[in-house]
Protein backbone atom coordinates (compact mmCIF):
# COMPACT_ATOMS: atom_id res chain seq x y z
CA UNK A 1 0.00 0.00 0.00
CA UNK A 2 1.59 3.20 -1.16
CA UNK A 3 -0.61 5.51 1.05
CA UNK A 4 -1.85 7.30 -2.42
CA UNK A 5 -5.56 6.93 -2.46
CA UNK A 6 -8.10 7.13 -5.74
CA UNK A 7 -11.51 7.02 -5.66
CA UNK A 8 -13.42 5.55 -7.44
CA UNK A 9 -11.64 2.48 -8.80
CA UNK A 10 -14.14 1.62 -11.80
CA UNK A 11 -15.83 4.19 -13.79
CA UNK A 12 -18.20 3.35 -17.17
CA UNK A 13 -20.02 6.01 -18.13
CA UNK A 14 -21.25 7.38 -22.22
CA UNK A 15 -19.41 9.27 -24.75
CA UNK A 16 -20.37 13.11 -23.66
CA UNK A 17 -20.53 13.17 -20.01
CA UNK A 18 -18.18 14.73 -17.71
CA UNK A 19 -16.67 12.41 -14.90
CA UNK A 20 -14.02 13.35 -11.53
CA UNK A 21 -11.58 11.28 -10.27
CA UNK A 22 -10.28 11.84 -6.75
CA UNK A 23 -7.14 11.51 -5.48
CA UNK A 24 -5.49 11.87 -1.94
CA UNK A 25 -1.77 12.09 -1.38
CA UNK A 26 0.47 10.46 1.09
CA UNK A 27 0.58 12.07 4.20
CA UNK A 28 3.73 14.61 4.68
CA UNK A 29 3.59 14.82 -0.12
CA UNK A 30 2.92 18.33 -1.18
CA UNK A 31 3.14 17.04 -4.98
CA UNK A 32 0.45 15.58 -6.92
CA UNK A 33 0.76 13.97 -10.16
CA UNK A 34 -1.62 12.68 -12.60
CA UNK A 35 -0.88 10.09 -15.10
CA UNK A 36 -2.90 8.19 -17.88
CA UNK A 37 -2.43 4.78 -19.01
CA UNK A 38 -3.68 3.73 -22.18
CA UNK A 39 -2.66 0.99 -24.55
CA UNK A 40 -2.01 3.07 -27.72
CA UNK A 41 -0.42 5.86 -25.98
CA UNK A 42 1.25 3.86 -23.04
CA UNK A 43 2.11 5.90 -19.48
CA UNK A 44 1.91 9.45 -19.84
CA UNK A 45 2.22 12.44 -17.18
CA UNK A 46 -0.84 14.56 -17.44
CA UNK A 47 -0.03 17.30 -14.66
CA UNK A 48 1.45 18.29 -11.94
CA UNK A 49 0.29 20.06 -8.90
CA UNK A 50 2.50 21.24 -5.33
CA UNK A 51 1.06 22.63 -2.83
CA UNK A 52 -1.84 24.09 -4.74
CA UNK A 53 -0.24 25.64 -7.48
CA UNK A 54 -0.09 24.17 -11.02
CA UNK A 55 3.84 23.28 -11.82
CA UNK A 56 4.15 21.12 -15.40
CA UNK A 57 2.01 20.29 -17.58
CA UNK A 58 2.24 17.35 -20.08
CA UNK A 59 0.18 15.81 -22.67
CA UNK A 60 -3.12 17.10 -21.49
CA UNK A 61 -6.53 17.67 -23.28
CA UNK A 62 -8.36 20.85 -23.10
CA UNK A 63 -11.31 18.78 -21.91
CA UNK A 64 -9.26 17.95 -18.85
CA UNK A 65 -8.47 19.89 -15.44
CA UNK A 66 -7.23 19.35 -12.62
CA UNK A 67 -6.69 20.84 -9.53
CA UNK A 68 -5.53 20.66 -6.03
CA UNK A 69 -7.33 21.75 -3.04
CA UNK A 70 -5.81 23.20 0.53
CA UNK A 71 -6.18 19.62 1.86
CA UNK A 72 -3.65 18.78 -0.51
CA UNK A 73 -6.22 16.21 -2.16
CA UNK A 74 -6.66 16.35 -5.88
CA UNK A 75 -9.41 16.04 -8.41
CA UNK A 76 -8.94 15.24 -12.20
CA UNK A 77 -11.86 16.24 -14.27
CA UNK A 78 -12.65 14.90 -17.44
CA UNK A 79 -15.48 16.47 -19.51
CA UNK A 80 -17.08 15.89 -23.29
CA UNK A 81 -15.75 12.29 -22.96
CA UNK A 82 -14.79 10.57 -25.76
CA UNK A 83 -13.98 6.68 -26.78
CA UNK A 84 -10.38 6.81 -26.55
CA UNK A 85 -10.43 8.77 -23.02
CA UNK A 86 -10.79 5.22 -21.95
CA UNK A 87 -7.81 4.68 -19.72
CA UNK A 88 -6.05 3.77 -16.21
CA UNK A 89 -5.38 6.67 -14.45
CA UNK A 90 -3.22 7.08 -11.62
CA UNK A 91 -2.31 10.10 -9.39
CA UNK A 92 1.42 9.67 -7.60
CA UNK A 93 2.59 11.98 -5.18
CA UNK A 94 6.10 12.67 -3.52
CA UNK A 95 7.24 15.24 -0.95
CA UNK A 96 8.64 17.84 -3.23
CA UNK A 97 9.13 18.98 -6.74
CA UNK A 98 12.68 18.14 -7.88
CA UNK A 99 13.34 14.75 -10.16
CA UNK A 100 14.92 13.64 -7.41
CA UNK A 101 11.98 11.95 -5.21
CA UNK A 102 10.43 8.98 -6.02
CA UNK A 103 6.93 9.28 -7.17
CA UNK A 104 4.35 6.66 -4.91
CA UNK A 105 1.43 5.47 -7.03
CA UNK A 106 -2.31 4.86 -6.32
CA UNK A 107 -4.20 1.96 -7.50
CA UNK A 108 -5.70 4.12 -10.72
CA UNK A 109 -9.00 4.47 -11.64
CA UNK A 110 -9.94 2.56 -14.86
CA UNK A 111 -12.13 4.75 -17.03
CA UNK A 112 -14.51 3.35 -19.84
CA UNK A 113 -16.05 5.09 -21.77
CA UNK A 114 -19.11 3.67 -23.92
CA UNK B 1 13.17 16.34 -24.76
CA UNK B 2 13.67 13.39 -22.41
CA UNK B 3 13.35 10.01 -24.02
CA UNK B 4 13.03 6.44 -22.44
CA UNK B 5 13.46 2.98 -24.53
CA UNK B 6 12.77 -0.37 -23.42
CA UNK B 7 13.17 -2.22 -26.84
CA UNK B 8 12.19 -5.55 -25.29
CA UNK B 9 7.77 -5.65 -25.87
CA UNK B 10 8.09 -9.47 -24.06
CA UNK B 11 10.33 -11.83 -22.24
CA UNK B 12 9.03 -15.50 -21.52
CA UNK B 13 11.64 -17.40 -19.12
CA UNK B 14 11.37 -20.73 -16.54
CA UNK B 15 11.42 -19.96 -12.79
CA UNK B 16 14.80 -19.61 -11.57
CA UNK B 17 16.53 -18.56 -15.22
CA UNK B 18 17.99 -14.97 -14.73
CA UNK B 19 16.76 -12.31 -17.16
CA UNK B 20 18.02 -8.70 -17.91
CA UNK B 21 15.56 -6.03 -19.00
CA UNK B 22 17.44 -3.06 -20.87
CA UNK B 23 16.79 0.67 -20.68
CA UNK B 24 18.11 2.98 -23.06
CA UNK B 25 17.22 6.80 -22.10
CA UNK B 26 17.94 9.63 -23.85
CA UNK B 27 18.45 13.58 -21.98
CA UNK B 28 20.00 16.79 -22.52
CA UNK B 29 20.13 17.80 -18.35
CA UNK B 30 23.42 16.85 -16.72
CA UNK B 31 21.38 16.10 -13.34
CA UNK B 32 18.49 13.40 -13.76
CA UNK B 33 17.25 10.55 -12.25
CA UNK B 34 16.04 6.67 -13.27
CA UNK B 35 13.40 4.78 -11.58
CA UNK B 36 12.12 1.15 -12.11
CA UNK B 37 8.34 0.54 -11.53
CA UNK B 38 6.80 -2.72 -11.73
CA UNK B 39 2.91 -3.38 -12.60
CA UNK B 40 1.72 -6.20 -11.67
CA UNK B 41 -1.03 -7.91 -13.09
CA UNK B 42 -3.21 -5.89 -10.71
CA UNK B 43 -3.00 -2.73 -12.37
CA UNK B 44 -0.81 -0.78 -9.26
CA UNK B 45 2.80 1.35 -10.19
CA UNK B 46 5.35 -0.15 -7.05
CA UNK B 47 8.60 2.21 -6.78
CA UNK B 48 11.27 -0.32 -7.64
CA UNK B 49 14.56 2.02 -7.59
CA UNK B 50 15.83 5.07 -7.97
CA UNK B 51 19.30 6.14 -9.19
CA UNK B 52 20.65 9.37 -9.92
CA UNK B 53 22.85 10.49 -12.54
CA UNK B 54 26.25 11.21 -10.51
CA UNK B 55 26.25 7.60 -8.69
CA UNK B 56 27.42 5.08 -11.37
CA UNK B 57 27.27 2.25 -8.62
CA UNK B 58 25.64 -0.64 -9.35
CA UNK B 59 23.26 -2.02 -6.72
CA UNK B 60 21.84 -5.00 -5.89
CA UNK B 61 19.14 -5.63 -3.74
CA UNK B 62 18.28 -9.49 -2.70
CA UNK B 63 17.26 -10.83 -6.21
CA UNK B 64 17.60 -7.73 -7.90
CA UNK B 65 20.34 -5.68 -9.59
CA UNK B 66 20.53 -2.45 -11.56
CA UNK B 67 23.47 -1.63 -13.87
CA UNK B 68 23.66 1.92 -14.82
CA UNK B 69 26.06 3.14 -17.02
CA UNK B 70 26.20 7.10 -18.40
CA UNK B 71 28.55 5.93 -21.09
CA UNK B 72 26.14 3.91 -22.93
CA UNK B 73 22.49 5.43 -21.74
CA UNK B 74 21.61 2.36 -19.92
CA UNK B 75 19.94 1.52 -16.89
CA UNK B 76 19.39 -1.81 -17.03
CA UNK B 77 17.68 -4.06 -14.59
CA UNK B 78 18.53 -7.92 -13.67
CA UNK B 79 16.34 -10.58 -11.90
CA UNK B 80 18.28 -13.63 -10.78
CA UNK B 81 16.50 -16.65 -10.22
CA UNK B 82 13.12 -15.24 -11.62
CA UNK B 83 10.44 -16.67 -10.17
CA UNK B 84 6.53 -16.70 -11.26
CA UNK B 85 5.86 -13.58 -8.97
CA UNK B 86 7.95 -11.67 -10.92
CA UNK B 87 5.50 -11.59 -13.73
CA UNK B 88 4.60 -8.43 -14.41
CA UNK B 89 5.16 -5.08 -16.28
CA UNK B 90 8.45 -3.46 -15.74
CA UNK B 91 8.66 0.15 -16.47
CA UNK B 92 11.98 2.36 -16.53
CA UNK B 93 11.42 6.13 -16.11
CA UNK B 94 13.21 9.32 -15.68
CA UNK B 95 12.88 12.56 -14.46
CA UNK B 96 14.86 15.54 -14.89
CA UNK B 97 16.17 17.00 -11.58
CA UNK B 98 17.50 20.69 -11.15
CA UNK B 99 13.76 22.34 -12.11
CA UNK B 100 10.48 22.89 -10.18
CA UNK B 101 8.45 20.16 -11.60
CA UNK B 102 9.70 16.45 -12.10
CA UNK B 103 7.51 14.47 -14.33
CA UNK B 104 8.38 11.08 -15.01
CA UNK B 105 8.44 10.00 -18.58
CA UNK B 106 7.87 6.44 -19.12
CA UNK B 107 9.51 3.71 -21.45
CA UNK B 108 7.21 1.43 -22.93
CA UNK B 109 7.08 -0.94 -20.57
CA UNK B 110 8.43 -5.09 -20.82
CA UNK B 111 6.47 -7.39 -19.91
CA UNK B 112 7.80 -10.32 -18.04
CA UNK B 113 6.30 -14.12 -18.06
CA UNK B 114 7.98 -16.35 -15.81
CA UNK B 115 6.56 -19.54 -16.06
CA UNK B 116 7.16 -23.06 -14.16
Known amino acids: DSGVTQTPKHLITATGQRVTLRCSPRSGDLSVYWYQQSLDQGLQFLIQ???????AKGNILERFSAQQFPDLHSELNLSSLELGDSALYFCASSVGTIGSGEQFFGPGTRLTVL | AQKVTQAQTEISVVEKEDVTLDCVYE???????LFWYKQPPSGELVFLIRRNSFDEQNEISGRYSWNFQKSTSSFNFTITASQVVDSAVYFC?????????????FGTGTRLQVTL
Open chain 2, 93 to 105: ALSEGGGTASKLT
Open chain 1, 49 to 55: YYNGEER
Open chain 2, 27 to 33: TRDTTYY
